[in-house]
């Protein structure tokens, strides 16, 4: 696509990513956005939707690159932790499905619970394509008329630590998910 001028792509920060421990949380514009942000980790691993399991195009590629299901339940939170733990790469979108153009990203706590149960530092990742393309709600056939941009911006790290010392789990995680949401709508909204 990029060859032929259909989309344009720019990655800052990319040499930051796949670090041991590393939790990447992302937000989720468009259905091409996470191939961009896979290629920039090598050996990453992903929380995925579980209906991918089910798919018969997506089955086999989610199975062999041995994806979380996001089924959620507690067992996943523990095998993402464990993937963190082990020393893995692992990529996160918190909203869970794209985001709905126009609206601003709305997060679930996975994330930040993960991160707490096993991340070494979060990165978050900051994703725009324009004009929006693959959106939520949108036929893929639907493209713009124009070249299109992907640009995703890695951000400072966040250590969860601290979100973790005084507070209970579940109050922990949403002090996390809270900071990460509004940090997300801050950068998305200057973007």
Request: with cysteine.
């Amino acid at each position: 696509m990029y060859r032929t001028r259909v989309l344009d792509f720019v990655i800052d920060g990319a040499e930051r990513l796949g670090r041991p421990g590393q939790l990447v949380v992302a937000n989720h514009p468009s259905l091409i956005d996470v191939v961009f942000l896979i290629s920039q980790i090598r050996d990453g691993n992903c929380v995925v939707k579980q209906g991918l399991f089910g798919n018969p195009c997506t089955r086999g590629p989610v199975r062999t690159a041995q994806y979380i299901g996001n089924d959620g339940s507690m067992e996943m939170l523990e095998r993402a932790a464990d993937v963190l733990r082990e020393g893995q790469c692992l990529i996160v979108f918190p909203e869970g499905t794209r985001t709905v153009p126009g609206q601003p990203p709305r997060f679930h706590r996975g994330a930040a619970s993960i991160a707490l149960r096993g991340a070494r530092t979060v990165t978050p990742v900051f994703i725009s394509v324009d004009p929006p393309t693959l959106t939520k709600g949108r036929p893929w056939y639907h493209i713009p008329p124009c070249r299109f941009r992907v640009r995703l911006h890695v951000g400072a790290d966040i250590d969860p630590a601290p979100f973790n010392a005084d507070a209970p789990m579940p109050i922990a995680s949403r002090r996390l998910n809270d900071h990460l949401h509004q940090l997300f709508l801050r950068e998305l909204a200057a973007s």
